[in-house]
């Protein structure tokens, strides 16, 4: 048996709730092996730091363009090494 879509026409509460009791009565959860586990068979976990979201600029990108700042979290090449102001997520 397959779980009913969503109506966005109706009221979504009692549709996920229904929804997520079929998916937990009949999904189940499996680790595939290897994945996410280091050389001695350790889980690892990676930890979201701002500076994964968007790249640094490279060195000779940031040589070539003096006025263009580097992403925070990355060194900046034309401010003495020091870390990047520009923050990609600021509005």
């Known amino acids: 048996m397959r779980p009913a879509g969503v109506d966005l026409r109706q009221d979504i509460t009692a549709q996920i709730d229904a929804l ?6 009949n999904l189940k959860w499996k680790e595939n092996r290897g994945d996410g586990y280091d050389a001695n068979h350790v889980l690892e ?47």
């Open 45 to 91: 976990y990676v930890n979201f730091r701002p500076n994964y979201y968007l790249i640094g600029l490279s060195s000779s990108a940031s040589t070539e363009n003096k006025e263009l700042p580097q992403t925070i979290g990355w060194q900046d090449n034309n401010n003495s090494g020091a870390m990047g102001t520009f923050d990609p997520l600021e509005e």
């Open 20 to 25: 997520k009791t079929w998916y937990t009565a």
